[in-house]
């Protein structure tokens, strides 16, 4: 079956813009989660989605990133304001419960010029 | 979440069997120890989980000594496909609710033909 999905594959901004990425989670999992990856480290815990709701969004850097799940499906991770720092891959994970064994999309390169 | 310490990196011979280790001196009673696989340009894979003893599953096996203070995962007759980082964690059980995953910098993997 299909996998998580992150839309763009690769997105090159400029600093100050805003960006939005996309993840289009397996079918039926609940739980959503965000992550950012920089070169050469793992990746970072960002927020976490059951259903609609953000039950944890502790991981997000600032009030420059925002994420949304309307509809308990696809996620949407916004960030206002780029910075050079924000430069990154950002992951997202569902799972089909909480807790249960996270699969990963292959992620969004963000590169901040 | 106890800390892990694992090598930077690693280099193997096609169809040799690896052994990757990871201390977790501070390891609770109640972590579990997981392992994921992680290739460029996409996200982690789960690849296997434990407590104690030993755990086999198609892709690998797992070793936990009794002290529960490092593990090793044992990759057997490994491939050039088997090229990757590696990441050991420890927290909470898949099945306890847990969700916010931690991740270090890994073990980067190289198989040379």
């Known amino acids: 079956g299909a996998g998580v999905s992150q839309t763009p594959s690769n997105k090159v901004t400029e600093k100050g813009k805003y960006v939005e990425l996309r993840c289009d989670p397996i079918?039926?999992?609940?739980?959503l989660y965000w992550y950012r990856q920089s070169l050469g480290q793992g990746p970072e815990f960002l927020i976490y989605f059951q259903g609609t709701g953000a039950a944890d969004d502790s991981g997000l850097p600032n009030d420059r990133f925002f994420a949304v799940r309307p509809e308990g499906s696809v996620s949407t991770l916004k960030i206002q304001r780029t910075e050079r720092g924000d430069s990154a891959v950002y992951l997202c994970?569902?799972?089909?419960?909480?807790?249960?064994?996270?699969?990963f999309g292959p992620g969004t390169r963000l590169t901040v010029t | 979440l106890a800390k892990t310490t694992q090598p930077i990196s690693m280099d193997s011979y096609e169809g040799q069997e690896v052994n990757i280790t990871c201390s977790h001196n501070n390891i609770a009673t109640n972590d579990y120890i997981t392992w994921y696989q992680q290739f460029p340009s996409q996200g982690p894979r789960f690849i296997i989980q434990?407590?104690?003893t030993k755990v086999t599953n198609e892709v690998a096996s797992l070793f936990i000594p009794a002290d529960r203070k490092s593990s090793t995962l044992s990759l057997p007759r490994v491939s050039l496909s088997d090229t990757a980082v590696y990441y050991c964690?420890?927290?909470?059980?898949?099945?306890?609710?847990?969700?916010?995953?931690?991740f270090g910098k890994g073990t980067k993997l190289s198989v040379i033909p």
């Open positions: 994970a569902s799972s089909l419960l909480t807790g249960r064994e996270q699969y």
């Open positions: 434990g407590y104690k």
């Open positions: 079918s039926g999992h609940t739980a």
């Open positions: 964690l420890v927290g909470a059980p898949l099945e306890a609710g847990s969700y916010q995953l931690t």
